[in-house]
């Protein structure tokens, strides 16, 4: 591979990286020359395709061989070519057999590929055991290590196993994290190599690709790494015009750079034998030797079926782990979730149970957040620095669940709290608005040995791209990052998400029920208000009306009499106009708001004049400050205001010098009004009477009013969307206070 060199390590790092995942490893058109290989067409299993070195490992040579069914060539009696027929008809994926081809034993191989049949030939080597002498060895490792219940004393076992069987200077165990880095966890060695053990190597040791290659193709071997390469004739396969594909061919020619990578490393043979987990590659059993090694194909076998059998009781051990570990956190959710079903509000139920709502992930710290609101428990970031964090989750359109050991890496910001969250779960409970559920961690400060500088090098003279040469420890501190989230917890954060969700949902049905109910009810009550005032109207008329003409037309009446008669016609008057306030209650709640921007100064303005007109016989002195504009239904507004401004004049009628003072201020999505008095004020442990309709707080002999007034202000205020509320003083003075939308949006 070749490359233009990079300015800076990390470009260098990438354009090595880029390069090693371009490089057709699947198809290097060569194998190693340790063997030979065909591929023969089916059915007839002519020869289509054969390594150069054929004719002197096997025979004939490679150009006399292709075009041929294999049963024509020289050693084409031999039992093999039955029994490779028979392989050919059945299920078996792979064919492994020893063979004698002329004067020579081989072991042969075969496997199955789109292009034809991949056979492999290598030389038998007499002095490994036969096959079954290798399964009382297997069982043998199987029955020590099954009650282990360590993974990192199984590992110390395979190595040790695997370095008896094969021989090898160095065997390890070499496990990947979720980063692809990957640690020795267990080493086996006689000195001739040095230790590795609890070194990391870092993830473009090993590309993407070679990973993917290593998890299909679960064993490796490359017995010397100075061998000169043997050509594929012809280089392109007549079936398809593609070199042949040899992902599953074991003498496959491996990539230069790995090559050099060992040279580096002082290995001239390795093995490796992949550690398959659930479908992930989750580690390597590596073999190095320090002089050229060749393992025959039955004992790689045996040490592959090792691997698996690792693989599997690894596997175990995890899942046995993890199920645990499912079970108590399932218990914590149980706990937590019955409850919440207790509590007044789900955030609420949350913040009581803290000890159990972290404890669902292992977390240090939580937060929920819901209508633009956080509530925390335990340690966390600022609540403003958690609500961004929710709008940036809810950018990226979180199904179902968000988790990061290093959120700095993804979210800028974070890097200001790594103290308190390098570590995050989040599940949305809302597909609409940033709604979360969050988990923290705080950061792990460790101290890492890498096995060497983990940097790719670039040739001054030739630009070429190089691994790197040092294999010696290498210190580094990594920061940011909290201890990694296990699957179990994972799983019970997506599982709170769902329980919560069915809570919510659960108590928003129970909402939409009652507000409907209420909504009904309301209507019936502002219907029969509106009959009953509709209907009384009339009969007080009357009664005021028929007072006055008996009044007029008997002027003999006595004085006790006419005395009579006008209370009869003031209180039919008052019964009036209360009946009057409650038809323009009622309809207040069915009313369509006509909205609008609205002055507030003129109406202020136009409130004090229709007042002082009202009571010319005492003077009153207004202070209206700069009032902001609003929006809402003029009409309404201008009666809500008139309202507060009338009680202020009522209630500092007896007050030597009347002070009313209306004020405005701008807030965020709101303004805030006031209308403030020096009247008789009020006791605040009666507040909440206030705004209740016929609720009065002084005598109707001291001041006249239906006690209408104030619950209609504030149906008009609430209509818009608004508050209000009064504070008061006995004998000091009150100030209502009320906000009106800024924006016609609100």
């Not at 990391?200 to 290593?214: M, N, S, V």
Request: charged letters at 25%; hydrophobic letters at 40%; proline letters at 6%.
């Amino acid at each position: 591979m070749t490359a233009s060199p990079a300015s800076t390590p990390a470009a260098a790092q990438a354009d090595f990286l880029a390069a090693c995942e371009r490089e057709p490893i699947r198809i290097p058109g060569a194998i190693q020359p340790h063997g030979a290989l065909i591929l023969l067409a089916r059915p007839d299993l002519r020869v289509l395709q054969a390594s150069a070195n054929f004719g002197v490992v096997v025979g004939p040579d490679a150009e006399g061989s292709c075009g041929r069914p294999i049963a024509e060539l020289r050693w084409g009696s031999d039992t093999f070519c039955r029994e490779l027929a028979q392989w050919c008809e059945g299920p078996e994926p792979l064919y492994l057999r020893s063979h004698r081809l002329g004067q020579q034993a081989f072991t042969v191989s075969a496997h199955r590929s789109p292009q034809g049949i991949v056979v492999e030939f290598e030389p038998a080597d007499d002095r490994v055991p036969p096959p079954a002498a290798l399964y009382p060895m297997l069982r043998r490792f199987l029955e020590r290590t099954e009650r282990l219940a360590d993974v990192g004393e199984l590992s110390d076992r395979v190595a040790e196993q695997v370095a008896g069987l094969t021989g090898f200077n160095r065997v390890m165990v070499y496990r990947f994290d979720e980063d692809w880095n990957g640690t020795v966890i267990a080493e086996r060695g006689d000195g001739v190599l040095p230790t590795y053990l609890d070194l990391r190597f870092p993830a473009f040791d090993i590309p993407a690709q070679a990973r993917e290659l290593y998890r299909l193709n679960r064993l490796r071997l490359i017995p010397t790494a100075d061998y000169q390469p043997v050509p594929i004739v012809p280089a392109h396969c007549p079936v398809d015009g593609a070199p042949l594909d040899m992902s599953f061919a074991a003498l496959r020619s491996v990539s230069p750079v790995h090559l050099e990578y060992m040279r580096n490393m002082g290995t001239v043979a390795s093995m490796s034998i992949s550690i398959v987990v659930d479908d992930r590659l989750w580690g390597l059993i590596s073999c190095h030797h320090a002089a050229e090694r060749h393992i025959d194909p039955q004992l790689r076998a045996a040490c592959d079926f090792l691997g698996r059998l690792v693989a599997q009781q690894i596997d175990a051990r995890e899942r046995a782990a993890e199920d645990k570990e499912r079970l108590r956190l399932k218990q914590v959710e149980t706990e937590l979730v019955t409850h919440l079903a207790r509590a007044p509000t789900f955030q609420s139920g949350l913040v009581e149970r803290a000890s159990h709502w972290l404890g669902l992930v292992n977390a240090d710290g939580a937060a929920v957040i819901t209508d633009g609101i956080a509530l925390t428990a335990g340690s966390t970031p600022p609540i403003d620095a958690i609500l961004r964090l929710a709008e940036w989750m809810h950018e990226r359109r979180l199904d179902q669940l968000y988790a990061t050991d290093c959120l700095s890496a993804q979210w800028t910001e974070g890097a200001a709290f790594t103290d308190v969250a390098s570590g995050v779960v989040a599940v949305p409970i809302s597909r609409i608005h940033a709604s979360f559920i969050m988990w923290f961690r705080p950061e792990i400060i460790r101290t890492v040995t890498w096995g060497g500088d983990p940097a790719a090098k670039v040739s001054a003279e030739t630009g070429r791209l190089h691994p790197r040469a040092s294999f010696a420890s290498w210190t580094e501190q990594v920061r940011g990052r909290s201890r990694p989230w296990r699957e179990a917890e994972r799983l019970s954060a997506v599982d709170f998400r769902t329980a919560a969700v069915d809570f919510v949902l659960k108590r928003a049905e129970e909402r939409a029920q009652l507000t409907e109910e209420l909504q009904r009810s309301n209507r019936e009550l502002e219907a029969f208000s509106y009959s009953i005032s509709h209907d009384l109207r009339a009969p007080f008329r009357h009664i005021a009306g028929y007072a006055e003409l008996l009044a007029e037309e008997e002027p003999e009446l006595k004085h006790i009499s006419r005395h009579y008669l006008k209370g009869i016609s003031h209180a039919a008057l008052s019964a009036g106009q209360l009946v009057d306030d409650l038809l323009h209650f009622s309809q207040l709640g069915r009313a369509d708001l006509r909205i609008s921007r609205i002055d507030m100064r003129k109406v202020a303005d136009e409130v004090r004049r229709s007042l002082d007109l009202e009571s010319q016989e005492r003077p009153i002195s207004w202070d209206i400050g700069p009032l902001p504009d609003c929006w809402g239904d003029p009409s309404l507004v201008r009666q809500a205001l008139f309202n507060l401004a009338e009680n202020a004049v009522k209630y500092t009628r007896k007050q030597p010098e009347t002070r009313i003072r209306i004020t405005g201020i701008e807030r965020s999505a709101d303004v805030l009004y006031a209308v403030e008095d020096n009247g008789i004020g009020f006791d605040m442990a009666y507040a909440s009477k206030l705004f209740q309709v016929f609720q009065r707080l002084h005598r109707p002999e001291d001041y006249e009013g239906t006690g209408i007034g104030l619950a209609l202000t504030r149906r008009i205020v609430e209509r818009h969307g608004g508050t209000i509320e009064a504070r008061g003083t006995v004998g000091q003075g009150a100030t209502f206070s009320f906000s009106l939308p800024r924006r016609p949006e609100a």
